[in-house]
Every structure is written in structure tokens, then in C-alpha cells.
């Protein structure tokens, strides 16, 4: 596991999403072609990143999608389930907790912070809204180990420098800042403008072949 | 600029990010080598994408950070500017209109719709929320070659649909379907997922690493 060249596991989260999909659609068989060419990859770099991966069931069909499935979500720490905590119950937190696609995939929000005075005590989709005072408590008993940041940039450090308090392992950050944090803390920056970028890139060269 | 590989220009969008981010921390010089530290790519890889760019203005420190800026603007149709409309003002689609990484940018949302009528004419940050009837016009006169799904998944191909007709030329769809559009149509779906999984992998591998 520890031996996973970082360029490796930056894949795995790519083929999950991938796998999860065929299986969606019915698949019960893919192979290092589709998944290369569904990724833009080449077949070889998927049949090398597979050995650091546990066995996956194949066949002259390919790989099955749903033992490739079961092997990704151990790998990625999907099969033992996550429990959240998120500060900053503004738009994006919001979204966020009401999305829908993080259950099914062993990921639970189980708090919400927030220093607004009004939000305390109400509740966003059945989450608790809690007064940030309270987060070493509230992570402790609900074995929270992500925390989600989607405070404005001005606040994310002192919250990241809470959470880390708080004994929180993982922390998502949607703040556009970067966090400072001790070396055994994990950071992960979401930001949605490659994807923005990759669409205005598609368009123009699209435009540019009709011309 | 057509026969940029696939594998190429998904990069793009990435060096764009570390550019801006290195000049933003005040740096004038980016070498290959920092670029591929940064991204977990080689540095050939660097040099060979690079190839496929406009000429970058360069000297023995690197590569010029505000000329490697301009020319990747340039290729991803950034510095054209871009004009967008968003349908679907819950919680995610508000999010994203008060998102201010856009603009700075160069991608601006002129427009939001929604079928919810007691929404029709407040606006968003000062962005007009307009019926869904009036997409044609809006889309016309605000000159918008960008649409932005952010409704539910039941709700996105109708939509699709109608940014088609109102000859939007690309969509960036948020919700969690395959959107059908004519080949003339871009689409780049947006998903967070493959970020918090990369999270959660992270954490596992720094955990088994202390064992």
C-alpha cells in the first residue's frame, strides 16, 4: 500500500469513477482499452498501475467491473466508511451537504460548524448546525476524521488550525488559500475551475476545426 | 492549435493553475522541473506539452511566468473572455454565482434561470434571475456561449436541451447524468468526487505509513 507511486494513486480515483459508471450502465466486464481510451491513457499505464493493486477477478472479457470496483474501494479507503464534519454553512456548504453522491460511496457528513449565532442548533438536511466552540467534543464522539472547509479564505486557517486540534486526519478544503498544517495531517485542495478551464479549451478548438 | 493531443491539453488547465498560483506568490521564473514537482509529471512531459504552445519567453532561470500565463490564456480561450448562464439557483448554483475566482478569470455569469417562480426578477449577487421561456433572448443579447447545469439530475437533459436551442456552444453540467447533445456542443461534466477520494487514499496510505 505505502509503495504506491504518487502518480499511480492519482489514477485510482479516476478509475473508481470510471468502474462505478460501466457498472451503472450494466457492465459486468471492462477492459485496459476502454479504460484507457475513456481516460486518455494508454492501456499499458492502466496494466501497470493494476499490479500495485490487490487482485482483481478477469477473464477473456477483461477485468469485472464490480471485483475492479471492490478492490479501488479498499484501496481508496472507500470500503470503511468516513465520517465528515464541515465548517462554513454558506451556499457551497449547503450544496455540499445536500449532495447526495457522498453516502453511497462511505462518506457521511455528521456535523456542521458554523460561528453565526442564528444557525446554531438549526439544522441543514437533518445535520446539526453546532457553535465552532464545540467541534474537539462533537468530532471525538462521532469519529469524525475529514474535516470540510467552505468558510470564506479570511477564516480557513484558524478553522484548519481547529480541526487540527480536534485530532481531525483529512481535510477537504474549498477556501482559495493554502493551508498550513502539521506533516501528519492531509490536505486536499478542491477546486472546480480546471474542469471550467478544460470546457473553454474543448470550445475553442472545436471552433477552430469548423473554421 | 487543432492538433493538440487530448493528453496534452488536459494538461493545460493544470499549468495554468500552478502558473497563476506562482505568480500570485511573486515568482517571475518556472522551470520544467518545478512545473513536474508540482504536478507529478516528468519533466520531458513538460517540455514535449510545451511544444505545442506558443513561443514562452524564456532564459536561463526558466520560463517567464507572466509570458507562460499570457500564452496558456491565449490556448485556453481565457483572455477572449467568456460569458455565462446558469440554470438551476439551489444551493450549488448559488454557490458558484457568488464563487469570485471566475471573473479574475475571465468568465462571467450574465444570467441565471430557474423554473421556481418566486425567483423570477431577485437576483444573485446582482446576477437576474429570469423564467426559463426567456433563455433564447437572454442567451442572445448576452451574448453567453456558456451554460452552466446545476438542477437536479431528472431536470438536466431538458435543459441541455434548451441551451442547445438557444445555441450555446458548451455546457458545464453539474448534475450527476450523461447529457446527449449534438457533436457541435461541448459538454465537461464537473464532479468533486474524484478529490475526496484522492483525500481519503492519501489519509490511508499516511496511516498505514505509521504503523
Known amino acids: 500500500m505505502i509503495n504506491i507511486p504518487a502518480a499511480v494513486s492519482s489514477r485510482l480515483p479516476l478509475y473508481y469513477e470510471y468502474i462505478v459508471h460501466m457498472e451503472e450502465q450494466g457492465s459486468r466486464w471492462v477492459s485496459s482499452n476502454m479504460i484507457a481510451s475513456a481516460l486518455d491513457l494508454t492501456p499499458s499505464t492502466i496494466r501497470q498501475d493494476i499490479k500495485y493493486l490487490d487482485k482483481i477477478y478477469s477473464s477473456s472479457f477483461g477485468y469485472s467491473t464490480q471485483s ?7 484501496a481508496l479507503g472507500i470500503s470503511a466508511g468516513n465520517n465528515m464534519a464541515l465548517v462554513g454553512a454558506g451556499s457551497l456548504g449547503r450544496a455540499l451537504v445536500h449532495y447526495k453522491g457522498f453516502a453511497s ?7 456542521v460548524f458554523d460561528k453565526r449565532e442564528d444557525l446554531i442548533d438549526t439544522d441543514i438536511d437533518g445535520v446539526k448546525v453546532w457553535q465552532l466552540g464545540r467541534m474537539n467534543e462533537v468530532v471525538k464522539r462521532e469519529r469524525i476524521t475529514i ?15 481547529m480541526m487540527v486540534d480536534a485530532k481531525i486526519q483529512g481535510i477537504w478544503n474549498f477556501a482559495p488559500i493554502n493551508l498550513r498544517v502539521p506533516p501528519n495531517v492531509t490536505v486536499e485542495n478542491a477546486n472546480v475551475m480546471p474542469s471550467l478551464f478544460s470546457l473553454a479549451f474543448k470550445m475553442k478548438v472545436m471552433a477552430s476545426t469548423k473554421k
Do not use: Y
Open 105 to 111: 460511496k462511505g462518506f457521511t457528513v455528521k456535523a
Open 68 to 74: 475492479f470496483r471492490q478492490v479501488l474501494e479498499d
Open 147 to 161: 474535516g470540510i472547509i467552505t468558510t470564506p479564505a479570511d477564516a480557513a486557517q484558524q478553522v484548519a488550525n
